[in-house]
């Protein structure tokens, strides 16, 4: 069983509006969490990794939440546009290795 | 920099065939790793290297190898290929060894098909 579960598992979504993706993950992050955004055809990039002392993390449009006591974190796009099309990984750290989520594939339309 | 690539970028191969997947990275990282990626489920970890002259299992290691040849390069190898393989391969590269300070750079993949 994945420790990282993502929803939705896609989601399609016009240019301009918002939409947030769900991670819940079951592993106690040592210190952080991140998210990843992966192009098709392309390796995952990070975006942001959020530590404990951080319940928000912004980057451009892209805001983190991280909620430690409920084990969830959530990637809001804000304005979104068509570059955005892709999956958005959670990845959570335990102990040598990272454990990622199967992702969310956002599909964004003109 | 060119950051982290893999070759070749496509391959299928015949059940039993062998064959290496090459990674390099310029990033003067010490570690290196790689990871399969198949629909519908997270990465996985195959190997890792924390630094040049290690390799150690990940998650998935059975049917490949690994050699660190050098501080930059990391190859796969499959030595009798079966269409369990059939995924997305992903080499990635950090500084460091710690997944809560290190931050991981992916190459672009190589996508195997055995058939």
């Known amino acids: 069983k994945n420790q990282v579960e993502q929803s939705p598992q896609s989601l399609i979504i016009l240019e301009g509006k918002n939409c947030t993706l769900q991670?819940?993950?079951?592993?106690?992050?040592?210190?952080?969490l991140r998210w990843y955004k992966q192009d098709t055809g392309r390796g995952p990039v990070s975006l942001t990794i959020m530590t404990f002392s951080e319940n928000t993390k912004s980057n451009g449009r892209y805001t983190a939440t991280l909620d430690a006591d409920t084990k969830q974190s959530s990637l809001h796009i804000t304005a979104s546009q068509l570059s955005d099309s892709a999956s958005y990984i959670c990845?959570?750290?335990?102990?040598?290795?990272?454990?990622f989520g199967a992702g969310t594939t956002v599909t964004v339309r003109a | 920099n060119a950051g982290v690539t893999q070759t070749p970028k496509f391959q299928v191969l015949k059940t039993g065939q062998s064959m290496t997947l090459q990674c390099a990275q310029d990033m003067n990282h010490n570690s290196m790793y790689w990871y399969r990626q198949d629909p519908g489920m997270g990465l996985r970890l195959i190997y890792y290297?924390?630094?040049?002259?290690?390799?150690d299992k990940g998650e998935v290691p059975n049917g490949y190898n690994v050699s660190r040849l050098n501080k930059r390069e990391f190859s796969l190898r499959l030595e009798s290929a079966a269409p369990s393989q059939t995924s997305v391969y992903f080499c990635?590269?950090?500084?460091?060894?710690?997944?809560?300070?290190?931050?991981?750079?992916f190459g672009p993949g190589t996508r195997l098909t055995v058939l």
């Open positions: 990845v959570d750290p335990n102990d040598y290795k990272l454990s």
């Open positions: 290297s924390a630094s040049e002259g290690t390799t």
């Open positions: 990635a590269s950090s500084l460091g060894l710690s997944v809560n300070t290190d931050t991981q750079y």
């Open positions: 991670c819940n993950y079951t592993v106690s992050p040592f210190s952080n």
